[in-house]
């Protein structure tokens, strides 16, 4: 098993996702590296779609959590409820215990309910009353949030936003891609014929594989320089922690296994260097006020740091 399966797999969820390729190859390295995603875009585009396709093509159980500004932490990790029956209070889990959550619109609950998913997301466990529940393997977080809309909305703490392997967004389709997504929903949604192309047994084991992808230490070196850079910049309020360093290696090392290789190069840091980067890094007002953004903040640094 190996590069062939994952191609079956993405070539499967775009029967549903069309002209979405590199938004699917990214929620891939997701599930392959045990890592979570932030999708950011307006409404319609098929953020929601994008993580229940993935589900089903690889026989995951799949919950879905609408945020809004009452809901509770408990709404996300359970808690304990009095059963008349045994006159005690039994633990009862919430829909994070699952393989693939998707959190709708995340930044429309409070940072107190945010907060909950931070041991989720980080330790894949949660402690309720002083007492720890592991969730399932593989567990993966798909969050969705609009970019343009403030109103009635939270933004996600630096902890928070750091806990996402990558950010990405799925963006317009082209005129030929909408006249199909709009003709293959005319008698009914294409994601109801979705069938798994791979168990979760078999993404457990490719899990494992992705491990053994060798990084030399000239391209972990090159990874921690250009991590390390965005610290330094008068622009950047708050650059990115060893956590996005970490990040990056994982990610490489999906993006090397997908392409066939057992090792990777700098090429593969390269491609994913701006969806794991570009959420983690915080400019000044004045810089986003002179149009700074983090895509051009990364763009100067690959320019800057020479490939070891």
Same mark, same amino acid.
Request: include cysteine; charge should be neutral.
């Given at each position: 098993?190996?590069?062939?399966?994952?191609?079956?797999?993405?070539?499967?969820?775009?029967?549903?996702?069309?002209?979405?390729?590199?938004?699917?190859?990214?929620?891939?390295?997701?599930?392959?590296?045990?890592?979570?995603?932030?999708?950011?875009?307006?409404?319609?585009?098929?953020?929601?779609?994008?993580?229940?396709?993935?589900?089903?093509?690889?026989?995951?159980?799949?919950?879905?959590?609408?945020?809004?500004?009452?809901?509770?932490?408990?709404?996300?990790?359970?808690?304990?409820?009095?059963?008349?029956?045994?006159?005690?209070?039994?633990?009862?889990?919430?829909?994070?215990?699952?393989?693939?959550?998707?959190?709708?619109?995340?930044?429309?609950?409070?940072?107190?309910?945010?907060?909950?998913?931070?041991?989720?997301?980080?330790?894949?466990?949660?402690?309720?009353?002083?007492?720890?529940?592991?969730?399932?393997?593989?567990?993966?977080?798909?969050?969705?949030?609009?970019?343009?809309?403030?109103?009635?909305?939270?933004?996600?703490?630096?902890?928070?936003?750091?806990?996402?392997? #990558? %950010?990405? =967004?799925?963006?317009?389709?082209?005129?030929?891609?909408?006249?199909? +997504? &709009?003709? !293959?929903?005319?008698? $009914?949604?294409?994601?109801?014929?979705?069938?798994?192309?791979?168990?979760?047994?078999?993404?457990?084991?490719?899990?494992?594989?992705?491990?053994?992808?060798?990084?030399?230490?000239?391209?972990?070196?090159?990874?921690?320089?250009?991590?390390?850079?965005?610290?330094?910049?008068?622009?950047?309020?708050?650059?990115?922690?060893?956590?996005?360093?970490?990040?990056? #290696? %994982?990610? =490489?090392?999906?993006?090397?296994?997908?392409?066939?290789?057992?090792? +990777? &190069?700098? !090429?593969?840091?390269? $491609?994913?260097?701006?969806?794991?980067?570009?959420?983690?890094?915080?400019?000044?007002?004045?810089?986003?006020?002179?149009?700074?953004?983090?895509?051009?903040?990364?763009?100067?640094?690959?320019?800057?740091?020479?490939?070891?």
């Amino acid at each position: 098993m190996g590069n062939e399966s994952i191609g079956k797999l993405i070539a499967n969820i775009e029967k549903v996702i069309i002209g979405k390729t590199e938004a699917v190859k990214m929620l891939v390295i997701g599930l392959l590296t045990n890592g979570h995603i932030l999708v950011e875009d307006i409404p319609g585009m098929g953020k929601t779609m994008l993580a229940l396709t993935l589900a089903k093509s690889v026989n995951a159980e799949f919950k879905r959590i609408q945020a809004t500004p009452d809901l509770l932490p408990t709404d996300i990790t359970g808690g304990f409820v009095y059963s008349p029956k045994t006159g005690d209070f039994d633990f009862k889990k919430g829909p994070v215990f699952t393989h693939i959550l998707l959190v709708d619109e995340i930044n429309r609950t409070t940072p107190r309910t945010q907060s909950a998913l931070l041991e989720c997301m980080q330790e894949y466990k949660v402690t309720v009353e002083g007492l720890t529940y592991p969730l399932p393997t593989p567990f993966m977080t798909i969050a969705t949030q609009n970019p343009i809309e403030y109103q009635g909305t939270y933004s996600l703490p630096e902890a928070q936003i750091d806990r996402f392997l #990558m %950010k990405i =967004s799925m963006g317009y389709p082209s005129l030929v891609e909408e006249i199909k +997504v &709009i003709a !293959d929903q005319k008698v $009914k949604h294409p994601v109801e014929s979705v069938m798994s192309v791979m168990t979760l047994e078999d993404v457990l084991k490719l899990q494992e594989q992705i491990k053994k992808i060798q990084v030399s230490s000239e391209v972990l070196e090159y990874i921690v320089k250009l991590v390390s850079s965005t610290r330094k910049l008068d622009a950047v309020k708050q650059g990115a922690s060893p956590r996005a360093s970490i990040a990056i #290696m %994982k990610a =490489s090392c999906a993006w090397a296994f997908m392409e066939g290789r057992d090792y +990777v &190069i700098p !090429d593969d840091v390269i $491609k994913l260097l701006p969806p794991v980067l570009k959420h983690r890094i915080i400019l000044h007002p004045k810089a986003v006020i002179a149009g700074m953004t983090p895509e051009l903040v990364i763009d100067g640094i690959l320019k800057q740091i020479p490939i070891s």
